[in-house]
C-alpha cells in the first residue's frame, strides 16, 4: 500500500503547494478566523470618531458657549428681560434683606457675571427685600447678660458697655441705653448700654492689673469706678504687646472715688525690613 501511494503522489494525483502559488485552504481557513476581529476593530475605530465628532458637538451644543451678562442691582424684571434676550432662563431662587440693595432688586446671581456658559443655562438669582427694621426693646432695669442676648436675637450688636455709679440701679443693673425703648433700627446696627455700679461708696479698692492686656485693664478698671490715665510704654520683648507691667497706684490699696491710674505698657523691638 505505501508503495502505491509514493507511486501515486510521483504520478501527479497528489499536488503539493508549492512556493509563490495562491493561499492554501489552511491558509483561507486562517483568514476567516482573522478578519471578523480586524473588521470589528476597525469599525470600533471608525463609531468612535464619527461620536466624538460628529453627534457629541451636536448633543452638548459646541462652540455656542457665551458670557452671561452682569443683572445684579437691576430691578428683577429688567434682570429676567436681559437674561432671556441672550438666552438663559432666570430662575427667582430666594428673597433676602439687604441694606444695600433697593427691595425687588438683584442682589446675586448663580452662575456669577461674566461666566461662560451654554445658552438655555438656567440662571437663579437672590432678590432683596430691602431692609429688615426692628423695634429696640427695653433693656434699662434688666441684666446686662440679658441685654446683650435681647439685641443678639434681635440681629443687633451689642455696643459699648459703660459703668457709672447709681443710687436708683442696683449693681450689674443696666441703667441706660443709646437708643430709646420702641426707636426702629436697621439689622446690624449698635446699641450702647450703661451698667450700674451701684451706690456711690465712701472709696474705692485698687484692682492688680499687672501682667494683663490693655484691653482686659480697662475693663477691670472701668468695672471698677476708675478712671485710665496716662499710657507709656517700655521695651520689652519677653512680653505680649500692651501687656501691664506697672500701675500708678498699687493694688489693694483704698482710694477716693474718681480717682485714675496711670499704666506702663510693653512694646517689642521694631525690626527694620531689609
Known amino acids: 500500500m505505501e508503495n502505491e501511494k509514493e507511486e501515486f503522489e510521483q504520478n501527479g494525483e497528489i499536488e503539493k503547494d508549492e ?7 489552511k491558509d ?3 483568514w476567516q478566523y482573522i478578519r471578523w476581529p480586524v473588521a470589528t476593530f476597525l469599525a470600533m475605530i471608525l463609531l468612535f470618531f ?8 451636536l448633543y452638548t451644543k459646541h462652540g455656542q458657549e457665551i ?3 452682569d443683572v445684579t442691582g437691576l430691578s428683577y424684571e429688567e434682570a429676567q428681560k436681559i437674561l432671556q434676550d441672550h438666552g438663559f ?3 427667582l431662587d430666594h428673597k433676602a434683606n439687604s441694606t444695600s440693595v433697593e427691595t425687588g432688586h438683584i442682589i446675586s446671581q448663580s452662575p456669577v457675571p461674566g461666566s ?3 445658552s438655555n443655562r438656567r440662571t437663579y438669582l437672590t432678590v432683596s427685600k430691602g431692609e429688615k427694621w426692628v423695634r429696640v426693646p427695653k433693656l434699662v432695669g434688666g441684666s446686662e447678660r440679658d441685654a446683650v442676648l435681647q439685641l443678639r436675637q434681635l440681629d443687633l450688636v451689642p455696643g459699648k458697655r459703660m459703668y457709672e455709679f447709681s443710687s436708683f440701679y442696683p449693681k450689674g443693673v443696666v441703667s441706660a441705653q443709646s ?3 420702641g426707636d426702629s433700627l436697621s439689622v446690624g446696627d449698635t446699641v450702647d448700654i450703661q451698667i450700674s455700679l451701684g451706690d456711690i461708696p465712701e472709696n474705692l479698692t485698687v484692682p492688680n492689673l499687672i501682667g494683663k492686656s490693655f484691653e482686659e485693664a480697662k475693663k477691670i478698671l472701668s468695672a471698677s469706678g476708675f478712671q485710665i490715665g496716662l499710657i507709656t510704654y517700655q521695651l520689652n520683648n519677653d512680653l505680649l504687646p500692651e501687656t501691664v507691667i506697672r500701675q500708678s497706684l498699687p493694688a489693694d490699696n483704698t482710694v477716693d472715688v474718681g480717682a485714675s491710674i496711670d499704666l506702663v505698657l510693653s512694646r517689642i523691638e521694631e525690626k527694620n525690613e531689609e
Open 19 to 25: 512556493p509563490g502559488s495562491f493561499l492554501s485552504w
Open 28 to 30: 483561507l481557513l486562517q
Open 50 to 57: 464619527l461620536f466624538d465628532k460628529a453627534l457629541m458637538p
Open 67 to 69: 458670557k452671561i451678562p
Open 89 to 91: 432662563r432666570p430662575i
Open 116 to 118: 461662560i456658559v451654554k
Open 179 to 181: 437708643v430709646p425703648v
